[in-house]
C-alpha cells in the first residue's frame, strides 16, 4: 500500500471516532495499513498530530559554520575518515568475530 495522504490519515481517524467500525475495517475501507492506522491513533494520542514521523537520515552530527569551526575544517574530518582503510578495517572486524578467543594488535 501507498503512504496515505494527510487528508486520508484524518478521514479514518475521524471515522473510527465516530464510531463507524473496528480500526481494521477502516483501514482496509480507506486503504491504508493496519498497523499505520494504529501508529497513527497512537500519535495522534500522544502529539495531537496525525502526520508520520519524519522519514529519511538522522541529521548531520555538524553543521557548515560548526564543520568549518573544527581544527583543521574539513580536511580533518576527512583525514580520519579513509575510505581506502575500510578493507583492512572491515578484514580485522571480521576475524574477530570469527576467532573471539584470539587478541589481535
Not at 21 to 27: K, L, P, R, T, W
Not at 69 to 80: D, I, N
Request: contains cysteine; hydrophobic residues 35%.
Amino acid at each position: 500500500m501507498s503512504i496515505a495522504t494527510a487528508e486520508i490519515r484524518r478521514r479514518a481517524i475521524d471515522a473510527y471516532k465516530m464510531g463507524k467500525g473496528s480500526q481494521a475495517d477502516i483501514a482496509s475501507s480507506y486503504r491504508v495499513d493496519l498497523r499505520a492506522f494504529q501508529r497513527g491513533l497512537s500519535r495522534l494520542n500522544e502529539t495531537g498530530q496525525t502526520a508520520p514521523r519524519p522519514r529519511g537520515h538522522r541529521q548531520a552530527l555538524y553543521s557548515g559554520k560548526q564543520l568549518k569551526a573544527l581544527p583543521g575544517g574539513c580536511k580533518s574530518l576527512e583525514k580520519a575518515v579513509d575510505p581506502t582503510r575500510w578493507p583492512n578495517l572491515i578484514q580485522v572486524a571480521l576475524s574477530l568475530l570469527m576467532n573471539p578467543g584470539r587478541k589481535r594488535i
